[in-house]
């Protein structure tokens, strides 16, 4: 393993965004979910350094990135991940995203292909997360939305009030994370703070609105989707994703494993030897 390697990547909008850079041979890049950081990797990076070159980074307006004046979307993330594989020059890339993460990776793909990546990872995220009026009962579980527009309109409303943020923030971290772990929802309060009001309400009205099913079934990548039994995000919508792709693989995390939204904390042993076995 060699020395990690911290620096930022200035984006073409004035934007520091920072990154870690260690270890050698096939590389992989993880992008991390809304109002998280690429803290919440840290277990499996430190598993996976030694037998990959791993790649984190902070996106714009998280951790220990730069704000954002502008950029409030997954498209904008998706320039600022190709930037940084510019920077770094990757290619031939593991994808490894996680929540808001994988919407990213859509984007992504969306705008500019998958020439540079070689697999690809999803971990507990639905194709789509606001139904439509129209949809059927089972339109809406196949793709895993969970919002009315008005539901979301109104998370939007709560996270974007200076008053009303920190209790809307900790509702949410409590339900993305296992019963009884107090010092995890307080972790995770901690990292969404940091992340302005503003633009984490403008960031997940415009993530949750999109639909990427269209998008989805197009990948033509090994993939591997992972999903919790018990997450906020209605697993039927990994499933659905993984039907999607050809040759996909499905993992789905039980209850008793720390099968919560954010079960690479609760549970990265499983998914670090699932991301190795993949990878390698």
Not at 217 to 242: C, F, H, K, M, Y
Request: glycine share 8%; proline share 4%.
């Amino acid at each position: 393993m060699g020395a990690i390697v911290e620096g930022f990547v200035r984006t073409d909008d004035d934007v520091k965004l920072r990154y870690t850079d260690d270890g050698y041979g096939s590389p992989v890049v993880f992008v991390h979910g809304w109002q998280s950081s690429s803290h919440v990797w840290r277990p499996s990076v430190e598993a996976l350094a030694g037998a990959c070159r791993v790649v984190t980074y902070d996106q714009r307006g998280h951790g220990r990135s730069d704000d954002a004046r502008a950029g409030w979307t997954v498209h904008r993330l998706a320039r600022d991940l190709e930037l940084l594989l510019d920077a770094v020059d990757l290619s031939g890339v593991a994808l490894v995203g996680h929540s808001m993460g994988c919407s990213v990776i859509w984007a992504y793909l969306e705008v500019f292909g998958s020439a540079r990546a070689s697999r690809l990872v999803f971990v507990d995220q639905s194709p789509t997360m606001v139904f439509d009026p129209v949809w059927d009962e089972d339109t809406i579980d196949a793709a895993g939305a969970m919002f009315s527009d008005e539901q979301l309109r109104s998370l939007c409303r709560g996270l974007a009030d200076p008053e009303a943020r920190a209790h809307v923030v900790r509702e949410v971290a409590t339900g993305m994370v296992s019963p009884g772990l107090p010092a995890l929802v307080d972790e995770l309060v901690t990292t969404a703070l940091r992340v302005d009001g503003e633009f984490a309400a403008a960031l997940l009205f415009n993530h949750a609105h999109q639909d990427w099913r269209r998008q989805i079934v197009q990948i033509d990548l090994p993939t591997l989707v992972v999903a919790g039994e018990a997450s906020v995000v209605p697993v039927s919508g990994s499933r659905w994703i993984a039907d999607a792709i050809v040759g996909a693989r499905l993992e789905v995390f039980e209850v008793d494993e720390g099968g919560s939204h954010l079960l690479p904390v609760e549970n990265p042993g499983k998914l670090t030897r699932l991301l190795v076995d993949f990878i390698s």
